[in-house]
Structures are given as structure tokens and as C-alpha cells.
């Protein structure tokens, strides 16, 4: 039971709200609100009532660093949860010094173990690398192009995919070029790949940024030259790229709006009866928010306390979400998160789950 008169546990809820990736947040905040309210109605976080404080995730990542340093020390910060690039995550963890939980929600290059920092998203290995194999094997796709915005998880993402391309014997990288957070004239780097021998677009382009691509794409005429595999992308960046500009687009992802579980339908449920059917549309993104913060709450009932320590001794804990089962380590030596991924294709308005990687 809750209190009616002690000091509620605050988690900082990270994510962008302008710039590029800032069209992820309206989801990512209210799958955030509709799980604190969950929580609290089973009881709250070490009987103190959970709130959510949004904070502003875009932009220069040392300022949102920065900011997050003050939240914590001035003690207005519990938890910090949240859906943010790689390049704001850097500048996040050196600053937390364990005082406080740091739930990592965003897909992302993988090799996080600073310890303190429990990253539930996608990784390559789960993610961008079985979704190019199944593309090579089912589609046919031999022949990449790569284009992805300059940071880190790109970069890193780039790499395993020319890693992984170059190993196959029917498989290679004919091109890669990165574009600067913010980009949304692709000219050049589409005449470059009309004069390829590319068969498919490795996009590892972030929020507007991608919908600004996929529509000069499709207005080039190249959707019939290549296919596109865009491990970001979920249902409010296809509502933005409209049906005209979707044509042979794939992702892969744990979560989707139309997966077709009794746990995602459920969420659905609970989701469109709290906000209405003109709420945001659910997305990877915020479901992730509300996954996260699900994880906060089984490690803090796990261990009844939110110290580093405490919670890297509590080692592996499973959590049930929209998504299914997430095997979670919050060790020291910190493994990624294990779950299911799954291959899907635009359809028009939302996305055709195909298969499980």
C-alpha cells in the first residue's frame, strides 16, 4: 500500500523531444505514464508512489548529461529510464557513478558494462545481423548499400553488417556513407546508390532523418532497384513516410503495434482504453519506455533497494512485457539482454510481423 504522505520515487524519464529522433517521444512518454500508473496501482516502488519526470534527451549529449548530473545530486532523480541515441547514453553513464538505477531502453550497438547500466534493447546480434541473413535467404537480397547517420551506434552497427556481409560467400558491401544527425537532403547519397550494383539499403538513419530518405528515395524510382532494411523504424516514422514511400521496406524489432501475442494485444488494450484511439500510435520505442520501467520495478522488488551493489547482486531477473520474456542481467559483468526478435514488412499504415529471428 502506498503512503499518503511520503516523498514519491521520481525516475527521470530520458528521451528526445526535438530534433530528429524526437518524433519517437510522444509513445515513448505515454507507454512511460501508463506503466508508473501500473505500478502504482500494484503498490508503487518501496511503497512511495512512482512519478515520471521528462527530460529532454536531443541535442547537445554533454547538456543532457549535465542535466542529469543535477537531477541526481540535488536527489529530485531516483531512476533514470529512458529511450535516447547511443551519443546521449555516453555522456549519461559517467555521471551516474552508480548512485542511482540507469534503465537503457533504445536498440543500440551493443557492448554496454559500465556497471549500474542495465541496456534492455536490441543489439546486432539479435537484431541487424540475423534480419540481413534472413533477408539474403528469403528475399534474395545480395548486395548492400549502408547509409547511416554519424554516431556511434551507426557506426558500430556499419561495421558488423560489413563484418558479417564480407564473411558470406553470396554476400557483400558495395558502399557505406554517413550522414550528420539531422540531415534531411539525401540527394548525393541516393545518385550514388541508382549507379550501384545494390540490391538493398542497410539504413541506420535515426527518426526524421529516415522518413526524409525513404520519401526521396521513392520519389527517385528506386524502390524497385532495392530494398530497404531500417533496423530503427517503427509505426509513427512509417505514418510520416505515407503508404506512396514504403514499398519493400523491412525491420526487425522486439515489439511491434500488430504482433499478434496475447501479451502485445493486452498492452494494446490497456493502452488505447487509457489514452483513447487518437492517442500516438504504440511503437518499439515506447513500449521499450514501458518495459523499462516494468525492469526498474521487478529489480527494485527483487532486492528492495535501488543501490548499485544491491541490484548487481541480484544478478539475472526476468521480466514480462509487451514484448514477452526479457532475460535481463544486472550483474557486473553485465551480458545483453536476451528476447525475441521479430523480421516484419511495411504494410501501408503498420507492420506485417513475417517471422521470428
Request: charged residues 20%; contains cysteine.
Amino acid at each position: 500500500m502506498i503512503g499518503t504522505s511520503v516523498q514519491p520515487f521520481v525516475v527521470a524519464l530520458v528521451v528526445p523531444l526535438t530534433g530528429s529522433a524526437s518524433i519517437y517521444a510522444p509513445s515513448c512518454v505515454l507507454c512511460a505514464q501508463l506503466a508508473a500508473e501500473e505500478i502504482n496501482d500494484a503498490g508503487g516502488l518501496q511503497g512511495r508512489p512512482l512519478t515520471v519526470r521528462i527530460v529532454d534527451g536531443s541535442g547537445d549529449p554533454a547538456r543532457v548529461g549535465d542535466e542529469v548530473d543535477r537531477l541526481v545530486s540535488r536527489g529530485d532523480a531516483d531512476a533514470i529510464v529512458g529511450w535516447h541515441i547511443s551519443a546521449v547514453r555516453r555522456h549519461v553513464t559517467p555521471v551516474l557513478r552508480r548512485r542511482v538505477p540507469y534503465i537503457y531502453t533504445a536498440l543500440f550497438e551493443g557492448g554496454e558494462t559500465t556497471p549500474g547500466v542495465i541496456a534492455i534493447g536490441e543489439t546486432p546480434d539479435i537484431q541487424l545481423r540475423p534480419g540481413l541473413c534472413w533477408l539474403a535467404d528469403e528475399v534474395g537480397v545480395r548486395n548492400w548499400f549502408v547509409i547511416g547517420n554519424d554516431y556511434v551506434w551507426p557506426r558500430r552497427s556499419a561495421e558488423s553488417a560489413v563484418e558479417l556481409l564480407g564473411g558470406r560467400d553470396d554476400t557483400r558491401v558495395v558502399d557505406v556513407r554517413f550522414a550528420p544527425l539531422g540531415t534531411s537532403e539525401f540527394r548525393p547519397v541516393l545518385d550514388r546508390i541508382g549507379r550501384s550494383s545494390a540490391t538493398g539499403v542497410l539504413m541506420l538513419l535515426v527518426g526524421r532523418d529516415a522518413v526524409s530518405f525513404h520519401r526521396q528515395f521513392a520519389a527517385l524510382g528506386l524502390e524497385d532497384k532495392c530494398a530497404r532494411f531500417s533496423p530503427l523504424m517503427d509505426e509513427s516514422m512509417l505514418a510520416e513516410i505515407g503508404p506512396g514511400a514504403s514499398q519493400d521496406v523491412f525491420t526487425a524489432s522486439g515489439y511491434f503495434e500488430s504482433l499478434p501475442t496475447l501479451e502485445s494485444l493486452e498492452f494494446g488494450g490497456r493502452y488505447s482504453r487509457r489514452f483513447g484511439v487518437g492517442a500516438p500510435s504504440l511503437s518499439g520505442p515506447g513500449e521499450s519506455c514501458y518495459t523499462g520501467l516494468l525492469t526498474l520495478a521487478e529489480l527494485v522488488r527483487r532486492t528492495g533497494s535501488t543501490e548499485g551493489d544491491r541490484l548487481a547482486a541480484v544478478g539475472r531477473v526476468t521480466v514480462a512485457g509487451p514484448r514477452g520474456l526479457l532475460r535481463v542481467d544486472a550483474s557486473e559483468t553485465s551480458t545483453p539482454t536476451r528476447q525475441r526478435v521479430y523480421m516484419a514488412s511495411a504494410d501501408r499504415t503498420g507492420f506485417d510481423v513475417l517471422d521470428s529471428l
